[in-house]
Every structure is written in C-alpha cells, then in structure tokens.
C-alpha cells in the first residue's frame, strides 16, 4: 500500500482523528509530514477530513453525504447512486478526487439532475379492497 498504513497508524497514534476542530483546510500536509517524513496527505479522503477539519467537520460531511445519497437514491435511478458509492470508495485510497471544487461541482449538479433527467410519473395502484368499496 506504498507506506499508506504507516500514515494511517501515525494518524492515530498520534491523536490527529480524534481532534473536535481539526487543524483547517489543506492543512494534513503540514501536520502529517513531520510524523511520517514525506507525505503530502493521508492517501484517505476520510481521514483527510478528520485532520483538516475534526470530528465535528467530518459529521457535517456524513451528514451531507447521506443526504445526498438519499436525494439520489429516492429518485428512482440506480445509476447516479452507482456512481457516487464508486467515488466514496475511491475515496478510502486517494482522497485527490474530492477537492473542494470538485465536491461542489459534485453537489450542485446532483441536486440540478431533475432538470437533466425529468423523473418519470409512477401510477399508483390502489389496494383490493378499496376497488372493491367503489365497485358496490
């Protein structure tokens, strides 16, 4: 995993995921490079989020996340859905994908796909027994 693990234990050993307010934006590069040597970021994009901006940022971010993935998952396409768990897995290896400009590009073009790809009206069926009810 090319030193990946090292990072990972100094991380936690250290106690920098465990900070309620992290250190700030691009910052895991200055505080992680004294602990393992050379090192830009902590090859995850989750424990990125957890150095940068603590615990209390990396909950806004699970929050924001889920509801997106709801967002995305109630809208009857299983595509959009696909590809989103794709990145957030991508994400436990090179947290690279997700900059701050890309998570926004992200955000805003998932809650603008109604007007790219207009949901399709669901008949629905009523029960038996009312069909019944209106029949006698």
Known sequence: LTGRVKIWSAIFDNGLATTPFGYGFEAARFVITPLVGRSYHSHNLYLNILVENGVIGFLFF???????????????????????????????????????????????????????????????????????????
Do not use: D, E, H
Request: net charge positive; hydrophobic share 50%.
């Open 62 to 136: 699970a929050v924001l996340v889920g509801s997106w993935l709801w967002r995305l998952a109630t809208y009857g396409s299983t595509l959009p859905v696909l590809l989103c768990a794709y990145a957030l897995l991508l994400g436990m290896s090179n947290p690279g994908l997700f900059t701050k400009q890309t998570m926004m590009l992200v955000f805003i073009l998932s809650y603008m796909l109604p007007l790219f790809y207009p949901r399709q009206p669901q008949t629905v069926k009523p029960p038996r027994a009312a069909l019944r009810n209106v029949a006698a």
